[in-house]
């Protein structure tokens, strides 16, 4: 947890800081921001101190809803003249959008980092207080210091804009699922709207990379092949290494979940394909069903993770096979490792190294996968941005521009494909014989 607050309270430079940053908040925000912070904390240290084995978390959750109550509504009452018609109840992230992109000119760059402020402001917070409201998130030293870490993907700070998501991962502990769960009620308690619709934001538990910063007794969990390409348990530079899984070279499984991204992208027009004399159907499932089955998911990941702690490629696989139907239920994830390893793995953790470097992380199924996922985001996004009739012409050119990201993934993959086998050119048969030789 970050302690920023209390832990420089001798250093006079950080003192000067504080104060700015103080102004800064209750300028931008309304309201002290920072000292209800403060008093939040020693709220929930209370309540712990209280009751230590909590059977539920009702009582922090209520308070902690009741923290994210203020926030918003002082920022409601601060842009009062701005943003109109916006309360509690019906306040969503896109509204929110909406009013901002109608204010004058002049106020909608200040209007902008107010609002990606706010939502860094309290989304940060409940998480550093529900690590420390959660045992398993401390470390077993005298000092219990917060092991687990929230990693934020995207723009964040200064480069975010009012169309970036803050969609955060969560690592250090095996049970993810409560710290999530905890979150989403919170959320849930304080707009009665799950938080993908209020902050556009996504809590993620476990992914295909872990950092290696976290001790893992799971024996599936090796080092990926960029941090130790020998897989002897080395780790250089430390700071860069992930475990990742690696399971059967051709699985089968995961080009099912490749092509079932591709179906949910398309399932406004058709929500089944024949894919390699398999018909995959899909029941696309609520907002509201996603989260539940989200957490459901994990939870049965987080069971295997507990029973399964052996080498044996089965057990990797359905470690693996268990991630893509967790993700299912996310939103704007990748379902598979190939897409996951590539785009997350090659294009941000590892972005500074050669492509010779990178291709070690990745099988060429693995990149035939990324392609396939990064297709369908391309063509569902494209056609949402052409069919939109709230947009005007220029603001749908700017979606199509946007969702060339995927495009540049698409084409990224190819070329680490042929870097791969070191070949100019792929057709359909080689792409196949490669894929299942």
């Excluded at 200064?158 to 250090?172: F, K, Q």
Aim: hydrophobic letters at 35%.
């Amino acid at each position: 947890m970050s302690n920023e607050i209390f832990i420089y309270d001798n250093n006079k430079y950080y003192q000067k800081y504080l104060k700015y940053k103080k102004k800064y908040l209750m300028l931008l925000h309304g309201g002290d921001p920072e000292s209800d912070k403060k008093q939040l904390k020693t709220d929930i240290e209370a309540i712990k101190t209280k009751n230590p084995n909590p059977t539920n978390y009702n009582e922090y959750e209520t308070r902690l809803a009741q923290f994210v109550k203020t926030q918003v509504q002082n920022f409601l009452n601060t842009h009062k003249a701005d943003i109109t018609g916006i309360n509690i109840q019906n306040w969503t992230w896109k509204e929110i959008v909406k009013k901002i992109l109608e204010s004058q000119p002049e106020k909608i760059d200040g209007l902008t980092k107010s609002v990606i402020g706010l939502r860094q402001f309290i989304v940060d917070t409940l998480l550093d207080l529900i690590f420390f409201i959660k045992d398993d998130c401390l470390s077993k030293s005298k000092s219990q210091e917060i092991v687990c870490e929230k990693t934020a993907s995207g723009s964040v700070g200064t480069n975010a804009n009012l169309h970036s998501d803050y969609d955060l991962t969560i690592t250090g502990s095996f049970t993810i699922s409560s710290i999530i769960q905890i979150f989403n009620s919170v959320i849930f308690k304080t707009f009665s709207k799950v938080s993908a619709e209020v902050f556009d934001t996504n809590i993620y538990g476990y992914s295909f990379l872990i950092p290696a910063t976290l001790t893992l007794d799971n024996k599936n969990w090796k080092y990926d092949k960029i941090s130790d390409p020998q897989n002897n348990d080395t780790c250089k530079p430390k700071p860069k290494c992930h475990y990742t899984l690696y399971g059967t070279d051709k699985n089968r499984d995961q080009d099912m979940w490749a092509y079932k991204r591709l179906v949910t992208m398309m399932h406004n027009k058709n929500n089944s394909l024949l894919i390699l004399g398999t018909k995959i159907t899909i029941d696309m499932p609520t907002t509201d069903q996603k989260q539940l089955e989200y957490i459901k998911k994990m939870k049965k990941f987080e069971t295997i993770m507990n029973d399964k702690k052996d080498f044996s490629e089965p057990n990797t696989n359905m470690l693996i096979n268990a991630l893509s139907e967790m993700n299912f239920y996310g939103d704007d994830t990748y379902f598979t490792q190939g897409s996951f390893l590539h785009v997350v793995g090659t294009l941000f953790y590892y972005s500074t190294l050669k492509n010779d470097e990178k291709i070690k992380l990745l099988t060429i199924q693995h990149l035939i996968h990324s392609m396939i996922e990064n297709l369908a985001y391309l063509i569902h996004d494209i056609e949402n941005s052409l069919d939109a009739t709230t947009l005007t012409p220029l603001q749908k050119m700017n979606s199509v521009f946007k969702a060339s990201k995927y495009l540049q993934r698409f084409i990224n993959a190819y070329v680490l494909i042929q870097n791969k086998i070191n070949k100019k050119d792929l057709v359909d048969k080689e792409i196949y014989e490669f894929l299942w030789r």
